[in-house]
T-cell receptor
């Protein structure tokens, strides 16, 4: 069964460092998303991406964040200068159309 | 701003009985509702969905009911099985102009099925 894959599964970084989280969405999907879940809190929408551009982003997705689809398969989330409060589980998701989203297993980011 | 609320953080149900998970929302513009199941250290897994034009959708042991006037939906699992123990997230969607969705999640309900 096709699945969304994410790397790394866990990354530990120092505050102020840049982090790139990688995702390989399901191959025939056209819509891509990043969500995050801070420990003990709800899953929050960060950004959606379609046709090589951001279609929607939340207030959380400030100038420190960027997304890119550098080739035909990868979808990346970059955090330019990490803060302590960026520590969370980051989930990539993709969908074929307006319907169910398929989530990856998540990348845990720990900022020290 | 909690647009999607799951007021029960946890629920314990005897194996074989019915599990009922509840969800309330405040934004009447939501047009699609989904339930996701999440095991520890895994991403959310889609379970079942319902469009705002329907009031019930059934898939095997899982049924979702939508009451638009009350802005309430519920997930029924019957019979409950030990493998159903997980955190269940209600999510609501507002399909945007690009045709894709932004999901707004509730805080989740941890379901424990007691053998």
């Amino acid at each position: 069964e096709p699945e969304v894959t994410q790397t790394p599964s866990h990354q530990v970084t120092q505050m102020g460092q840049e982090v790139i989280l990688r995702c390989v969405p399901i191959s025939n999907h056209l819509y891509f998303y990043w969500y995050r879940q801070i420990l003990g809190q709800k899953v929050e929408f960060l950004v959606s991406f379609y046709n090589n551009e951001i279609s929607e982003k939340s207030e959380i997705f400030d100038d420190q964040f960027s997304v890119e689809r550098p080739d035909g398969s990868n979808f990346t989330l970059k955090i330019r200068s990490t803060k302590l409060e960026d520590s969370a589980m980051y989930f990539c998701a993709s969908s074929e159309d307006a319907g169910e989203l398929f989530f990856g297993e998540g990348s845990r980011l720990t900022v020290l | 701003d909690q647009q999607v609320k799951q007021n029960s953080p946890s629920l314990s149900v005897q194996e074989g009985r019915i599990s009922i998970l509840n969800c309330d929302y405040t934004n009447s513009m939501f047009d699609y509702f989904l339930w996701y199941k999440k095991y520890p250290a895994e991403g959310p897994t889609f379970l079942i969905s319902i469009s705002s034009i329907k009031d019930k959708n059934e898939d095997g042991r899982f049924t979702v009911f939508l009451n638009k006037s009350a802005k309430h939906l519920s997930l029924h699992i019957v019979p409950s099985q030990p493998g159903d123990s997980a955190v269940y997230f209600c999510a609501a969607s507002l399909t945007n102009l690009f045709g894709n969705e932004k999901l707004t999640f509730g805080t989740g309900t941890r379901l424990t099925i007691i053998p």
